[in-house]
């Protein structure tokens, strides 16, 4: 159903079933589809009620029908996802499209959410299905192992997935670093066994200096 057509423009192929995309990021379709515009990035009224509290706020619209849609995000690299029953943790403004088989929902992360003016919450999908996702520049996947733990800068994160916790570390980022940042900086620690994915890009966010 996903396919890309390059890295930055991705395909979805549709059969009467549906796929939400993040609003304004179709560039062309072919064949016969209906748009619904959906308030908030979760599930039902809980979703919405808890992005508009925290500020964090996602337009999402609904494409259903027979033909092919092509999405894009201002020119960003385009990564496919699989999901077979488990759940991926993304930011929200990286989450580009998911199929109808995957639910999409929201979770408290606490600080690193605070901190990035991006509320307390983050976006959760899961289920059986494929989502896209998109990173500034091509994003590097590295793997979290039980006695391998790593530590992110919280500019360069996009998502996580696997059973893989999450912890917050103050010091300097690597921006601070070489001296192009101030005031008390974090770390976003990951621990266990999965996966993290990481932009060469970071954010121009107060992510690593509060």
Known sequence: MFRLQGSKVLAVDMT????????G???AYDGQMTFKKLSGGGEG??????RRLT?????????????????????????????????????????????????TGTTFTGLRGASQGNGLFTTTVEGHGQAAIVSD??????RVGPQYPLIVDP???????????????????????????????????FEG?????????ERNTIAGDL
């Open 16 to 23: 009467g079933d549906a796929v939400k995309a993040k609003n």
């Open 193 to 201: 066994d999965g996966l993290v994915y990481v932009q060469p890009s």
């Open 137 to 142: 520049g091509p994003a590097v996947v590295l």
């Open 55 to 103: 500020g964090e706020q996602m337009t999402v619209m609904e494409v259903k029908g027979h033909g092919t849609c092509w999405f894009a995000d201002r020119a960003s690299e385009i990564n496919l996802v699989s999901l077979q029953g488990d759940k991926l943790y993304v930011e929200a403004g990286n989450l580009l499209a998911t199929d109808a088989g995957l639910r």
């Open 45 to 50: 009224l809980r979703g919405m009620v808890t």
């Open 25 to 27: 990021s179709m560039v």
């Open 155 to 189: 500019g360069a994160y996009v998502a996580h997935q696997g059973d893989v916790r999450q912890s917050f570390q103050s010091g300097v980022t690597f921006r601070t670093l070489l001296g192009e940042g101030g005031g008390e900086a974090f770390q976003i620690r």
